[in-house]
């Protein structure tokens, strides 16, 4: 069983948690240390012995996750099954990873919901130690959110209910198990969820087989090919899409719409297309008010964005490549065929919602607090998460202003993440938000030394919710609290 305590005493375990290269801690005794806390579902991972696959780019096809097909759909209501399982994936070519899987997938079915329709799913935990799952950026009720503390213990099924009472929108669902969501979400629960608004129909974006969600995310692998969990971030320099390493995807010569989901534990990703610009309509909780095209799309862990690519200015033949600042050459679009085209991408898309007066403000501190002798821990305002403690009471139907910042000493990144809102963001280091910034937000980067200005309205439920840095290994040793909206 994975846990905090356990990460703490592992040596060579707060670099990798930190990202901080020159705090290792030297690596005697590291491999077998850790291998002790890796979960239950991973012991039999260290197989591999002979030499890791190369990969070689351009190789594999970019898979597109399968929609899952509800058991039962009626006008009002879809309800689904869905195990959380031990399964193998080939990442490396030739060589079958153990990794989890939800619906044995390493990365899960995307869901596709409606506005207005709910979704039930029955979620089965076939893991040795308990799991639980999120839906990010969802509205839910506080019992069906995955709060760390209502876990599905092994064996067990649990129902969640999504109302999808929010416009559309790209989510993504994900483990949030107490002192295993790290671990769980690295090595492979994590799915995207995508809520359809019919609403949005009249504006023409491209849909069907060309509406295609894309889960970018790194990993560590030994010079064996074995999964490295826990070391540090900055070596996982295998960045996939939807689960492979540099593939390529055909595309016909049409506008397509992709929905980028940044489900890396701990990376900002700084991706360029080529030379091109990004269209860019939607973020986090949507779609943008307008198109707005970016040179840089940079996506903290968790952000989602979704963009258009008219790939009809390419002739057939085409090779556009997808770039990551750090990584270099992640994905390659190849055009490969014509297409009939009727889809639009209009400058206007939908208006934000009105901002209500704010009552009310607060300050969130995201820091890591270092011991001499220890191992560091991660606050904020200055607490290690409790989840027995409320740190926040808030009206329901509030309207709030945060102020989020990081006086982290050592200068590590972090971002921030609030469960149940979406907000907005007003200013960031007293001046205009970032483009990354745009639109309806539940996560952003925070970097050490950046106050981030966000309003957000806390309508619908009431009860205890989390908000946490997402990089998933700092919300793990403490960077994460509790707000209670009542009544
Ligand atoms: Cu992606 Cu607390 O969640
Ligand atoms: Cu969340
Ligand atoms: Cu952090």
């Known amino acids: 069983m994975l846990n905090r305590r356990g990460v703490l005493a592992a ?23 850790t291998h002790d806390v890796h979960p239950a579902a991973f012991q039999e991972s260290k197989t591999f012995t002979g030499t890791k696959p190369e990969i070689v780019p351009w190789t594999r096809p970019m898979p597109v996750p399968p929609v899952l097909k509800p058991l039962v759909s009626t006008p009002r209501q879809e309800i689904y099954q869905l195990t959380i399982d031990k399964t193998t994936a080939e990442i490396l070519p030739g060589l079958q990873s153990p990794v989890l899987g939800y619906g044995g997938q390493f990365v899960g079915p995307t869901i596709r919901a409606k506005t207005g329709r709910k979704t039930l799913i029955m979620f089965q935990n076939r893991l040795d130690e308990p799991a639980n799952v999120h839906l990010h950026g969802g509205h839910v009720a506080p019992e069906h959110d995955g709060h760390p503390r209502d876990l599905i213990e092994p064996g067990r099924t649990r ?17 949030h198990s107490h002192g295993t969501e790290a671990a769980h979400t690295y090595l492979g629960l994590h799915g995207a969820y995508v809520v359809e608004d019919d609403s949005e129909r009249g504006l023409n974006l491209p849909t069907g087989a060309y509406d295609v969600p894309i889960l970018l995310r790194d990993i560590q692998f030994d010079d064996s090919g074995n999964i490295v969990v826990f070391d540090d971030p900055a070596k996982r320099t295998v960045v996939l899409a939807n689960g492979v390493p540099q593939p390529y995807f055909e595309v016909a010569a049409r506008k397509y719409r992709f929905r980028l989901v940044n489900s890396a534990n701990q990376r900002v990703f700084h991706l360029r297309l080529a030379g091109t610009p990004f269209t860019r309509i939607g973020s ?37 490549v997808l770039t990551d600042s750090v990584a270099g050459e992640i994905l390659r679009f190849d055009v490969v065929r014509r297409a009939s085209d009727s889809s639009r991408v209009p400058a206007v898309l939908r208006p934000l919602p009105a901002m209500p007066y704010s009552t009310v403000d607060r300050e969130v501190d995201l820091f890591y607090v270092f011991k001499p002798n220890d191992r560091p821990d991660g606050v ?38 609030m469960h149940l809102v979406q907000f907005r963001v007003l200013e960031r280091n007293g001046g205009a938000p970032l483009p990354s910034d745009l639109g309806l937000k539940d996560t952003i980067p925070i970097t050490a030394g950046e106050t981030v200005k966000v309003q957000a309205t806390f309508t619908g439920h009431t009860g205890r919710y989390v908000y946490h840095c997402h990089f998933l290994e700092h919300s793990w040793i403490g960077m994460m609290a509790q707000m209670e909206i009542v009544p």
């Open 380 to 417: 904020i305002n200055g607490k290690v998460f409790d989840m027995d403690r409320v740190d926040f009471t808030i009206k329901r139907g509030a309207t709030e202003t945060w102020l989020i910042k990081s006086s982290d000493p050592a200068g590590v990144k972090h971002n921030f993440h």
């Open 11 to 33: 040596g060579g375990i707060a670099a990798g948690v930190l990202g901080v290269p020159q705090l290792l801690a030297p690596a005697e005794g590291h491999e077998d240390s």
């Open 159 to 175: 129902l969640y209910l999504y109302p999808n009472t929010q416009q559309g929108a790209t989510l993504w669902y994900h483990d």
């Open 284 to 320: 986090d909780g949507g779609l943008l008010a307008s198109t707005t095209e970016v040179e840089e799309m940079v996506l903290s862990s968790a952000e989602r964005s979704d963009i258009v690519i008219d790939f009809a200015k390419y002739p057939i033949g085409t090779r556009i």
